[in-house]
């Protein structure tokens, strides 16, 4: 994974309060925080774009490295909460 790489999220996920809570409760002491701040940014950018975008976007949001990223990306994958498809 490339700064340069292009990416474009498919996602018809809308999250209810409940599920927020779920989320926050019972994801982020097992996937960690920063992986969940990379699931609700995801989630967040497929409701309000569907261009596709470089990894560099996220790395600028997150203000972190294109390693950290890929971490939290496979840490999601591990909890079945994103699926990355090349």
């Known amino acids: 994974m490339h700064q340069i790489d292009q990416c474009k999220i498919h996602s018809n996920l809308t999250l209810s309060f409940n599920d927020m809570e779920s989320l926050m409760l019972v994801y982020t002491p097992s996937v960690g925080s920063f992986a969940v701040s990379i699931y ?20 600028d949001f997150l203000n972190c490295s294109i390693d950290k990223i890929e971490q939290g990306i496979k840490k999601c994958e591990q909890f079945q909460l994103v699926s990355t498809f090349y």
Do not use: W, Y
């Open 40 to 59: 609700l940014l995801l989630s967040s950018m497929s409701r309000f774009s569907n261009q596709s975008f470089t990894f560099r976007k996220l790395t």
